[in-house]
């Protein structure tokens, strides 16, 4: 039974989104269902600082040994901060993906997009 | 190879496994209309010796197998320690190839491991993989790779017009399906070499890659500095094609001189020429640009138990995983082929390659002596091509001796000798053709004093 958080807000990709102190930026990271079907977490390609991105547009890719997964932008907006720890050492992905595990931070610009990421309930009809 | 019979009980055991009676209830998803009726239309069979003599009659038809061989164009005549054909017949070495089990393969992984290390450090690079077919399209995937990591640059590939005709057609070959175009980096029409100053393309291009072959198709030795500058200077990424490994063994390394991206024909390590093939491609670059590295590639890690371990790595860039994002279509290796020269470079050493090496050079330079020495003071358009050789040596004719040439090669051919290859001289150089000669440790003084005979007639 993997593991979903309620106070998050998920994409049927498995990532999840939660808010920050800040209005306009969230966090981003994949959830313990796509951990759990990854395998041990490899290498994460990712975009630099400052990148635009669109909602459920490829902006990068997860790799485990055997396999490589692309990842959607959630939301659209500006990327403003990257986990570059998790990048030197992506371990954290599959141990603790909805903390240390996080992603991306992006700048949001368009908070009516929001209606389209699945509440908690939702998504767990996605990861069955 | 070793002879593998099945008993009688073996097979029965197979045919019940596969729920059938006998060897016909096999073939029953053949339709009937395609089952060949009756016996194959072939003549009686021939006792073994006499099939023996009947095949050895068929192999001497190929008489340029025992003729002295100057042909180069990269397949060259060297020799090897007999030792290498013992142990490439081991079934381990002579089936393997690169295995995704690495539970059961540690031998061949190993081996491949040392393979990629050897390549890494002749070419003066981070890190190889674990082989390609040939130089050719090691060349193609070098110029793809380049491009793969400047995608902001023009899709423009400036190959060096001293490029084997050969490398050149598979380069283009395949690049045209992909949108890109391939352009020719000219070589200064009295030196043969293509140099940054030779390159006339305009000051604003970025294109993709400059590709240089060295040794050159007239057999000189090109600068790999003047390709890491070009390319330096238009943004591009420098490829060194190195067309002759045992040059390796004299001159340079393409990593040495900071270029991007190296790749070479293996063949002269330990592969006979056979019939043009199979050949070995070998393919190196820095550590930064590994992930869009084509090809297999084996590295070093620890096991469960701490334990030393090979393996097949970076999987996800191959086309098995990564589908059309694959850095390459290759999911795969030349292994029989990387094993000969993983050999070859064992047996040899450093000291053995700069001893072949030089020996096959210094041939070079006696017989260009002695043509040069035949041809002095002639008022003929004949002259034999200065600069700096590795192990090949061009005769330059102009447009009134084209006949000559054909007649020379021909004169050879008689006396049981192919004189060389035959490739275009640079536009403006006021000569149209090159004889380019190859020479290695296996010629001797005498051969090569007959080749001179019948060339300076």
Redesign the interface.
Known sequence: MSEILKDLLYTKEHEWVRRTTNARVVQVGVTDFAQSSLGDVTYLDLPAVGTDVKQGQVFGSIESVKSVSELFAPLSGKIVNRNEALIEDPAAVNTAPYTSGWILEIETSDEAEFSKLLSPDAYANVAQ | MRYLPLTDAEQKKILDACGVTNFDGLKKAIPEELRIKGLLDLPPALAESDLVDHLESLANKNQGAWMQSHLGQGSYDHSWPTVIDQIINRGEFLTAYTPYQPELSQGTLQAIFEFQSMVAELLGMEVANASLYDGATSALEAALMAARTRPENSQVVYVSEGIYPSSRKVIESCLADQGFEVRTWKADPKTFLSTAATWNGPKEERPAAFILQSPNKWGLVEDWNEVKVLAERQGARSVAYVSHALSLGLFQSPGDAGVDIAVAEGQAFGIPVGFGGPHLGLFACRKADV?QMPGRLVGLTEDARQQQAFCVTL??REQH??REKATSNICSNQNLMAMRALMYMTLMGPVGLHRVASDSRSKAYYVRSALEQRLAGTQREIAVLQGELFNEVSLLVGPLETLWLEEIQGRAQEQGILAGCVVPAPANSGYVKALTMAFTERHKKTELDRLVEILGA
Do not use: H, M, V
Request: charged letters at 40%; a positive charge; glycine letters at 0%.
């Open positions: 992930r999987s996800t995983i990564r």
